[in-house]
C-alpha cells in the first residue's frame, strides 16, 4: 500500500513521472524573476537546463511559406542561463551521482534532497542538501551541502560550470546564431564570476557567487585552483562532517558593467544575512500566503497536497514579477517559450488580488509599461488605441499563427477586464489614476474602431475567442462580452478621473461612443440550442452571457462561424427562402385519423433550409474567402432541403480584393457583404441586387425581401 501524502510535503518518489524532466518542473523553485529547476547539481546527458531568468531571451526569425503584412516577424523564447548555484561531488575521485537521492519540496520551506554514497573503497557518506529560492530577495538562490562520513573519506567540491580557463573572456558572443555566449568567467577560491549575452537580443545577465566552508573537528579542508575552477577537497575522519553553503546572485538586463554590480551588491547583503536569517524570511513569506490563501480539504489528503501545490506554484511564478509578466508555465521550464498569455490576467491575477496583491499590481503595471508597444502594434493594423499580444515576452507580438495570434483581439479586454478588477478588490485608488485609465482608455479605443454599428446593433467580425481551434469568427460571444464591460469600464474611469481623461484626449463625445457601441453591443444567441424555457439570462442559459447551456448528452454544433444575425434568420426562415422563393420540402402529416397521409403543405411542418457551414480556407483566410459545405452533403455545397446551390459568401471581386473589414485599406462592396439571405451573394456594386430576387438591396449590410 502506498504511503499517505503528507499534505504539506511533495516527495518525488510518489510522482508517476516517467521522464526526470517531468520530475525537475513539478520540483521547481521559482519567485516570478529566477527560476531553478529540480535537477541534480552534477551535469548529465539527460539533465536538461535548469536555471531560467525572466530577463534573459533571444529572438529567434519566424518562417512562414508565405509572408503577409503585418505577421509578426521575430519570436522571443527563454534560453536557460549558467548554474551558478550548482554544486558538484566526487567521493575518493569517483562521481557521486544523483541516482536514488531521497527528493521532498516543502510547501511552506525549500525543496530538500538526501543522497547515500559508497566509495569504491567501501566508505559510506551521506549527502543532504537543502535549496530556496527567495520570495524576498528576488536576485537570490542559496544552497546548503551536510556532508556526514560514516566511514573515513575524501570528498571534493566542484564548482558547476568551469570556465574555459580561470579567467576567460569570451569571443562566442559574435556567434551570429541566437543563442547565448559566456563573454566573461572567473573562478577563484570562495566565488565565481559569469557575464553571459544572447546574440541577436542583447539581453545580458551577470551572476556573482560565493562559497562559506564550516567542517568538524578532526577535517581538513583546502582550496585548491585548477585548470578550470577552484575546487574544494576535505578529508573527514569517521563521523566527521563538511557543510558548504553556495550562495548565487544574477542580474538580467542590457549593460553588462551594472549588472555586474546589482549582481556584487545582492550577493554581499545576502552573504550578510546569512542561510538562517535567508531560511526565517522564505518561512515568514509563505506562512502569509498560507494564512491568506490556504484552502483546506478535510478526508482527501491527496486533494489537500494538490490544491497546495497549485497555490504554491501560482506563488512561485508571480511573486517577483517586476519588470516582467507572469508566465504561462511560470519558470517551471521553456514551455510555450516562456511567454506571456492572457491567461495570467484570467485565471493567475483573481486568485493574486487576494493572496499577493503586489505582485498582481507587478504584473499590471509591466502591461502599462508594454503600452507604447501595444499602440504601435495597433496602428500598424490600422486601428486606433492599444492591441496587446497573444503572446510576449517583451510585449511585442510573438505568435506566427495569424488566426489564433493577433486576431485574439480579446487580449485587450483582458488586460483592462485585470487592471478594474484589481481595483475593485484593493482599492488603491492609485493605481487606478496612474495604470487603469490608461489601459481602459487605449483598449476601449481599440473596440471603437475594431467594430461597426449595423441595423441589428454593434458587431465584432473576424475575431478569435478563447476556442482557439475555432478561428476568426464574427460577434465571439466571449469577445463581445469582454468588449461591451470595456468600453463601459472605460466611459466610467474617464468619468470618475477626469484629470487623466483630459490627458488622454476623452472627449464627452467619445465617452458616449463608447456607451452607445456597449450598449448596442451583439450577443449571439441561438435559440436552437435553448431549452423551451430558455431566454438571453435565464437559468437555461450560461451565466453571463445569451448563450445557451449545452444540453445534457449531445454536442454543441460545430459550425465555423457565429453571428447574431445568422442565427436569428436559422431561427425565423420562412416556409420558403424569401429572397428566391425555393421551395422548402415539408412533411407528410396525416389528414386525419382513419385516412391515407396526403401531402399536403402544412406551415407546421415546414422544414427550413439549414445554413451552411462555412469553413475556412487557409490559402485565402485574410480575403474573406471561404469552403462552404451544407450539413449533410458530402463534398459540395448543395442545400440537402432545397437541392439548390447557396454559395454563401460576397462574390464582388472588391470584397475579396484586400483583405478583412479591418485591414487598412480594405474596399469591400459597401452593400449587402455577404448577408443576403439567399445564400447565393450578391453581384457587388455600390447599389448591388441580389441574384436570387433581382431586388435592390437599399442599404449597407442589408437582406433582401420580397415583400419591400
Same mark, same amino acid.
Given at each position: ?7 504539506w ?27 531553478v529547476?529540480?535537477?541534480p ?18 529572438e ?8 503577409a ?11 536557460p ?20 537521492a531521497?527528493?521532498?519540496l ?25 535549496r ?6 528576488r ?24 570556465c ?29 564570476v ?26 581538513r579542508?583546502?582550496?585548491?585552483p ?7 577537497d ?20 542590457t549593460?553588462a558593467?551594472a549588472l ?11 552573504r ?15 506562512d ?6 490556504d484552502?483546506?480539504v478535510?478526508?482527501?489528503d ?5 490544491v497546495?501545490?497549485a497555490?504554491f ?5 508571480s ?31 483573481p486568485?493574486?488580488?487576494?493572496v ?37 515576452i ?7 499563427y ?11 479586454a483582458?488586460?483592462?477586464?485585470a487592471?478594474?478588477?484589481?481595483v475593485?478588490?484593493t ?17 476601449a ?14 458587431h ?18 466571449y ?12 466611459a ?7 484629470a487623466e ?40 442559459? *450560461?451565466?453571463?452571457? +445569451?448563450? !445557451?447551456? %449545452?444540453?445534457?448528452g $449531445?454536442?454543441?454544433? &460545430?459550425? =465555423?462561424?457565429? @453571428?447574431?444575425?445568422?442565427?436569428a434568420?436559422s431561427?425565423s ?6 429572397p428566391c422563393?425555393w *421551395?422548402?420540402r415539408? +412533411?407528410? !402529416?396525416? %389528414?386525419s385519423?382513419? $385516412?391515407?397521409?396526403? &401531402?399536403? =403543405?402544412?406551415? @407546421?411542418?415546414t ?15 485574410g480575403? *474573406? ?6 450539413p449533410?452533403?458530402?463534398?459540395s ?6 437541392a ?10 472588391r ?14 462592396c ?11 451573394g ?7 441586387s ?19
Amino acid at each position: 500500500m502506498p504511503d499517505r501524502p503528507d499534505p504539506w510535503r511533495v516527495r518525488a518518489a510518489q510522482l508517476d513521472l516517467d521522464h526526470p524532466g517531468a520530475a525537475a518542473s513539478v520540483l521547481t523553485l521559482a519567485n516570478g524573476a529566477l527560476g531553478v529547476r529540480g535537477v541534480p547539481d552534477s551535469p548529465a546527458p539527460d539533465r536538461g537546463p535548469g536555471t531560467l531568468l525572466a530577463g534573459v531571451w533571444e529572438e529567434f526569425d519566424h518562417t512562414y511559406a508565405e509572408r503577409a503584412y503585418g505577421y509578426p516577424l521575430v519570436d522571443e523564447r527563454l534560453v536557460p542561463v549558467v548554474d551558478a548555484w550548482a554544486l558538484g561531488w566526487a567521493a575518493d575521485g569517483a562521481p557521486v551521482a544523483d541516482t536514488g537521492a531521497t527528493r521532498v519540496l516543502d510547501l511552506r520551506r525549500l525543496l530538500e534532497r538526501e543522497i547515500e554514497v559508497r566509495t569504491p573503497g567501501g566508505a559510506r557518506l551521506t549527502l543532504t542538501a537543502t535549496r530556496l529560492v527567495s520570495l524576498v530577495r528576488r536576485e537570490v538562490v542559496a544552497t546548503r551541502w551536510h556532508v556526514r562520513a560514516h566511514d573515513a573519506a575524501r570528498v571534493t567540491a566542484l564548482p558547476v560550470p568551469g570556465c574555459g580557463h580561470a579567467d576567460a573572456t569570451g569571443a562566442d558572443d559574435l556567434d551570429p546564431e541566437p543563442g547565448l555566449g559566456t563573454t566573461h568567467c572567473r573562478h577563484e577560491p570562495g566565488g565565481s564570476v559569469v557575464h553571459q549575452r544572447a546574440h541577436r537580443s542583447g539581453r545580458a545577465l551577470a551572476a556573482r557567487t560565493g562559497h562559506a566552508v564550516r567542517a568538524g573537528d578532526g577535517t581538513r579542508v583546502a582550496w585548491h585552483p585548477g585548470p578550470h575552477a577552484a575546487t574544494l577537497d576535505a578529508d573527514l575522519p569517521a563521523g566527521g562532517w563538511l557543510e558548504v553553503e553556495v550562495l548565487a546572485a544574477y542580474a538580467a538586463g542590457t549593460d553588462a558593467d551594472a549588472l555586474d554590480g546589482r549582481a556584487g551588491r545582492a550577493l554581499a547583503e545576502a552573504r550578510a544575512a546569512g542561510w538562517d536569517r535567508l531560511l526565517r524570511e522564505q518561512e515568514a513569506a509563505l506562512d502569509a500566503v498560507w494564512e491568506r490563501g490556504d484552502v483546506r480539504v478535510e478526508g482527501d489528503d491527496v486533494l489537500q497536497q494538490a490544491v497546495r501545490y497549485a497555490l504554491f506554484q501560482v506563488v512561485q511564478a508571480s511573486a517577483r514579477v517586476e519588470g516582467s509578466g507572469v508566465r504561462a508555465k511560470g519558470l517551471a521550464g521553456t514551455g510555450y517559450h516562456g511567454h506571456t498569455f492572457w491567461d495570467s490576467e484570467c485565471f493567475v491575477l483573481p486568485v493574486l488580488d487576494h493572496v499577493l496583491p503586489e505582485a498582481a499590481q507587478a504584473h499590471l503595471r509591466w502591461r502599462h509599461g508594454t503600452l507604447a508597444l501595444a499602440r504601435e502594434r495597433a496602428a500598424e493594423l490600422g486601428l486606433p488605441g492599444a492591441a496587446f499580444p497573444w503572446r510576449t515576452i517583451s510585449g511585442r507580438e510573438c505568435s506566427g499563427y495569424w488566426p489564433a495570434g493577433t486576431a485574439a483581439f480579446h487580449v485587450g479586454a483582458d488586460v483592462a477586464f485585470a487592471a478594474a478588477r484589481h481595483v475593485a478588490t484593493t482599492g488603491d485608488e492609485d493605481f487606478a489614476r496612474e495604470v487603469g485609465v490608461d489601459l481602459l482608455v487605449a483598449t476601449a479605443r481599440l473596440w471603437a474602431g475594431r467594430g461597426h454599428h449595423a441595423a441589428d446593433g454593434f458587431h465584432l467580425d473576424g475575431v478569435t475567442g478563447p476556442d482557439e481551434y475555432t478561428a476568426v469568427v464574427d460577434d465571439n460571444a466571449y469577445t463581445n462580452l469582454m468588449a461591451r464591460r470595456n468600453l463601459r469600464g472605460a466611459a466610467d474611469a474617464a468619468e470618475r478621473f477626469p484629470a487623466e481623461a483630459g490627458r488622454l484626449g476623452v472627449t464627452a463625445d467619445e465617452r458616449a461612443a463608447w456607451r452607445r457601441a456597449a450598449d448596442r453591443m451583439v450577443v449571439p444567441y441561438s435559440p436552437t440550442w435553448a431549452s423551451p424555457s430558455s431566454t438571453p439570462g435565464s437559468p437555461g442559459t *450560461r451565466p453571463g452571457t +445569451s448563450a !445557451p447551456r %449545452r444540453p445534457p448528452g $449531445t454536442r454543441w454544433p &460545430t459550425t =465555423r462561424r457565429s @453571428s447574431s444575425s445568422t442565427a436569428a434568420r436559422s431561427s425565423s426562415r420562412p416556409t420558403s427562402c424569401s429572397p428566391c422563393t425555393w *421551395r422548402a420540402r415539408r +412533411s407528410t !402529416p396525416s %389528414r386525419s385519423a382513419g $385516412t391515407s397521409p396526403t &401531402t399536403s =403543405r402544412s406551415p @407546421s411542418a415546414t422544414r427550413p433550409c439549414p445554413p451552411p457551414r462555412r469553413r475556412w480556407s487557409p490559402r485565402r483566410w485574410g480575403t *474573406r474567402t471561404w469552403r462552404t459545405r451544407t450539413p449533410g452533403s458530402a463534398r459540395s455545397s448543395t442545400c440537402r432541403t432545397c437541392a439548390r446551390r447557396p454559395r454563401g459568401a460576397c462574390t464582388s471581386p472588391r470584397s475579396r480584393a484586400r483583405g478583412p473589414r479591418w485591414w487598412p485599406g480594405w474596399a469591400g462592396c459597401g452593400t449587402t457583404t455577404a448577408r443576403c439571405t439567399s445564400r447565393r451573394g450578391c453581384r457587388g456594386g455600390s447599389r448591388a441586387s441580389c441574384s436570387g430576387c433581382s431586388r435592390a438591396a437599399p442599404g449597407p449590410r442589408s437582406t433582401c425581401d420580397p415583400a419591400r
